[in-house]
């Protein structure tokens, strides 16, 4: 359940909300509109303070039902001097419902266009961090479910603003004690202008401590007074975030169109980069990314690991991103998708049985009767539904993000080599002649990227070279992983007699695809795929379509009994393969940072050639939410995942090439690509 919300009459058209839990009202809603802005926007001197600025973020706390965002929203949509930008970073123990969010903003028309934008992405709202999207990517809020110290733990950003808000401090002392105020006190730059409602002598004090200088000013009526103030400590503070490498948006190249390449470029040119993306093959998603399409789903594990929960986050944004950029039953399907539990039933992590159920069922629950008969399976086969889930077909999220301003693609260009020259950083090919240049590189190149920056480290140390041995001689630990699916195609009418959502679990499925390269309204349906580490072969073989066959009679056996007695989608000389290759990390996780060494001398160029690589099997679900992740590294913006979880995608190096090259075969047949 979420957090329960009492609505008492007060004349207005949504009620007044009233927090059982606290035995107080949700005070943003106190005096309405006026006074939110009097004491919030105005108290940080917004929208003024941000006028013209590149990007800004506001902290709050307590986002309550979030008329504090939805204002700040409504301000920066109306101000032709608004930053490109807006950070708005707020936390929330305790979430309230979608629909109580949007029952709150009926009081306030003028909100309302906004309200419906928030209510449709207020779903899965388990404890952490949950990046939502907003004004094709140029509003970002970070909502931080749980308790307020620990959320901002997780975060290292500075606000320029912060809106201190919650219950009174009598129903609520925890929003308002000294350790809150530190925590805050903890994102913030010299200068952040903070605003809260409350004048109380204990809020006022705890800020003083921590470096605030705060006065009361008048408040709007009914409320006598507000409180503003500046934090401007007597000492010198500590910096929360790190310097970023990549400083002012310049030029960036980025070598790979596939779904790493194009999502970083989008992001980047997003925030002001001239970006030029350079890829060997002559049509952008040629890679990997070419597979005709791929399965999008979270995935599960009892203990919440690294990769479930930063595979829920990707999820998340790259449901935003197609849902934004591509048009549903062509290039995706957010159909939800089945995944069978054939050698154990998958657990789910105990914690979520304590915690808000709804949040956890918006993510994944026991596939029910019906949707297991679709598959042809019965009640009693295990089975999870992941409601939000589908299909998409790479290569138009590649397009979509290429074509967006600031980006300019180019095909046929072979990057050999990177050289620094004079501070930039040049593409050269196999003659040395430059295809591009900028003051930032982005691998995305796949498992070519380990190659690229070794060519990065060679020349960056040049300079050094003379003298003691400053040369690194690692190799980023990224593994090609060959791969097949087959596909053939279908009829409309063998279409409806298919699961109308993929299926995955061991091996996967999906039916009714548009046909690859097909006319419209042709259908195809595809199942896969296979593994081979170290194998770079992008050959099609027959037996491999056999191999996947085969495991689609013990994924769907009914499926594969039925496209058998159609006699054609099964014919040998029907089912066709397509193989590509994955590149993959040994923990894996994407591998997304910069090159930079620690502490060596050619630390500073190497800081700007990012690797952004080793999506494995999951380029679907990782590619939007990384490229942000980058993108944020660099600005030293809010990041859309933990810290921690950023830090273990910081690309690792291996001494040898590919430590796990030689991986036993049975432990590669337990390879998925979900
Ligand atoms: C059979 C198979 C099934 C899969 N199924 C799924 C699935 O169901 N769901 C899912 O999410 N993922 C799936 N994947 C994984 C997904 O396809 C990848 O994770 C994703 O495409 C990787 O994207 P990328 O941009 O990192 O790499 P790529 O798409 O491979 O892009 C790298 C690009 O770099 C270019 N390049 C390389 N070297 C150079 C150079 N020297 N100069 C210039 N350009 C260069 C290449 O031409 C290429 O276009 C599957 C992969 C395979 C092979």
């Not at 944004?317 to 549903?328: F, I, M, P, Y």
């Not at 593994?479 to 091996?507: C, K, S, Y």
Request: with cysteine; net charge neutral.
């Amino acid at each position: 359940m979420p957090e329960p919300v009492a609505w008492h009459d007060d004349g207005t058209a949504s009620g007044s909300p009233y927090s059982p839990r606290f035995g107080d009202r949700y005070r943003s809603e106190l005096g309405g509109l006026t006074q939110a802005r009097d004491v919030f926007l105005q108290g940080c001197g917004l929208p003024e303070a941000w006028a013209s600025q590149p990007q800004w973020c506001i902290l709050e706390t307590g986002f309550g039902l979030g008329l504090n965002f939805l204002l700040t929203w409504q301000a920066w949509k109306a101000d032709p001097l608004r930053p490109r930008l807006l950070h708005f970073v707020a936390t929330e123990a305790f979430p309230a419902s979608a629909d109580d969010v949007l029952r709150a903003a009926r009081a306030h028309p003028e909100l309302q266009v906004f309200a419906e934008q928030l209510h449709r992405q207020l779903w899965g709202l388990l404890p952490g961090l949950h990046r939502l999207v907003f004004e094709d990517g140029r509003l970002l809020l970070t909502l931080c479910i749980g308790d307020t110290r620990e959320m901002l733990r997780q975060q290292s950003f500075e606000a320029d603003s912060v809106y201190l808000d919650g219950f009174s401090p009598q129903c609520n002392p925890d929003m308002w004690n000294l350790p809150l105020c530190k925590a805050v006190a903890r994102c913030c730059r010299r200068g952040t202008r903070i605003a809260t409602w409350t004048v109380a002598r204990s809020v006022r004090d705890a800020l003083t401590q921590c470096g605030f200088t705060v006065r009361k000013c008048p408040g709007s009526p009914p409320k006598r007074d507000r409180l503003e103030g500046q934090f401007d400590p007597a000492w010198e503070p500590k910096k929360a975030r790190r310097a970023p490498a990549g400083a002012l948006p310049a030029r960036c190249v980025v070598i790979g169109a596939g779904l790493a390449g194009a999502a970083a470029a989008a992001s980047l040119a997003r925030r002001g980069w001239d970006v030029v993306v350079l890829d060997a093959a002559a049509a952008p998603g040629s890679g990997a990314s070419g597979l005709p399409a791929g399965v999008l789903a979270p995935h599960v594990s009892p203990d919440d690991s690294a990769l479930s929960r930063l595979s829920r986050s990707g999820v998340r944004a790259t449901l935003q991103q197609a849902d934004a950029l591509l048009t549903a039953g062509h290039d995706w399907s957010p159909s939800g998708v089945l995944e069978r539990c054939l050698d154990h039933p998958r657990r789910l992590p105990a914690a979520w049985q304590h915690l808000d159920a709804d949040a956890a069922r918006d993510w994944v629950r026991p596939a029910n009767p019906e949707q297991l008969a679709l598959c042809g399976l019965t009640a009693s086969d295990e089975a999870l539904w992941h409601a939000k889930g589908g299909w998409i077909q790479p290569a138009s999220l590649v397009r979509a993000w290429l074509a967006a301003p600031g980006v300019q693609w180019r095909g046929l260009a072979i990057v050999h080599r990177l050289a620094r020259r004079e501070g930039v950083w040049h593409a050269l090919d196999v003659s040395g002649r430059a295809l591009a240049c900028g003051e930032l590189v982005i691998l995305a190149a796949g498992h070519a990227s380990r190659r690229l920056a070794e060519s990065a480290e060679a020349s960056a140390s040049e300079p050094f070279a003379a003298g003691t041995a400053t040369r690194i001689h690692s190799q980023l630990a990224l593994q090609a992983v060959r791969g097949q699916v087959t596909w053939a195609p279908l009829e409309a009418d063998q279409a409806r007699q298919l699961p109308p959502f993929p299926v995955n679990g061991h091996g996967s499925f999906v039916a009714g695809l548009p046909l690859p390269g097909g006319p419209p309204g042709q259908l195809a349906w595809l199942t896969g795929s296979t593994f081979e580490r170290g194998n770079e072969s992008l050959e099609a073989r027959p037996g491999e379509n056999l191999h996947n066959l085969e495991r689609l009679r013990t994924l769907l056996p009914d499926v594969a009994r039925r496209l058998a007695d159609d006699e054609s989608p099964t014919a040998p000389n029907l089912v066709r393969g397509w193989a590509g290759v994955r590149c993959a990390t040994p923990s894996r996780l994407p591998a997304l940072g910069s090159l930079s060494p620690m502490n060596a001398p050619c630390a500073h160029a190497l800081g700007s050639v990012w690797v952004f690589s080793g999506l494995g099997s999951r380029g679907l679900t990782f590619a939007a939410l990384c490229a942000e992740l980058l993108a944020a590294r660099l600005h030293a913006e809010p990041l859309p995942i933990s810290l921690r979880l950023a830090d273990a995608l910081l690309p690792a190096f291996a001494a040898e090439p590919a430590a796990d090259a030689q991986q036993p075969a049975s432990q590669a047949a337990q390879d998925s690509d979900l």
